[in-house]
């Protein structure tokens, strides 16, 4: 129809026009996270990174925020002029509250609070052994971490009666015996925090969701696995991590979790609250009862 009236060349150009005005539009929608403001805990490394990195990409600004300054303001350079970093360690409270202020007197505002600091912890298998100090201190980072972002990202958001916050608990967090009981314990709490905190901030237009992501070999993940199998190599340990999920053709990645998050904080999600967005590739959502084959049974 468009051909009516004009020669072949410029039918063709409006064509191709018309199809990068399309491109333009999907690439803009598809920016889900323009003009939105997050700050992410835990954002030097794996997953925060990832996340960082796709929210950025989203049109977000990114604030990182981490213990490890060195790595964390390589990070910020890497990922560009929309991301900035801030030295905080969760367990501090006045750290949490200051890198939430900086954030809101860099761009006036907070949208998205990613909750992801989490450490493993090296303990001893049994509870008879457990060591309560070592205890203390991934509960203090792993939980109470958590309850203080939330805490300082809610005096914000409330006033403003908008905003997400997400938090990582992990699949540790919905069965035992995949970890250590201190780290498994501290993640149920972030399911348990999640969905009493929901019961609250909805009153105050607010969501809170959390991720539960498989084993990702990132490097706190690494490093544990590297004490228990020292004779192995970062690839080789990566491969184990990798071999022990159940969905055939594909690992779980950092980009997975990320692609998660990008989800949970848009307002794709904007009826999504005191959720936990399970990405195991289905691993805790069965359990085999081992049967032989009938062919293997006399
Ligand atoms: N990798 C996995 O298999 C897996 C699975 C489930 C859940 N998780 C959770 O994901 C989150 C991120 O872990 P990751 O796998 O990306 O690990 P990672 O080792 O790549 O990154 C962890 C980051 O946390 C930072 N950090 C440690 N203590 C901190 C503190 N007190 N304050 C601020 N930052 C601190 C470190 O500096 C590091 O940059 C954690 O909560 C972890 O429990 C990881």
Redesign the pocket.
Known sequence: MLRIGFSKNVSYSRVLLAESFNRLLTTQTERKLEGKVALI??A?????KATATKFIKNGAKVVI????KQ?GQETAKELGPNATFIK????EESDVSNAVDFTISKHNQLDIMYN????ACNTPVSIVDLDLGVFDRVMN??VR?VVAGIKHASRVMIPRRSGSILC?A??TGLMGGMAQHTYSVS?FAVIGIVKSLAAELCNNGIRINCIS????P????IEEMNRLFPHLDAQQLAQMVHSTGVLKGAHCE?DDIANAAVYLASDDAKYVSGHNLVVDGGFTSFKRLGFPAPDQVN
């Open positions: 805990t835990a030097a490394s794996g997953i925060g925020a981490d213990i490890q790595l905080c360690d969760v367990t992801n600091a989490g450490v980072i792993n971490g990582t992990s699949v993640k992501p498989f084993a990702i990132t490097p706190f993940v950092p």
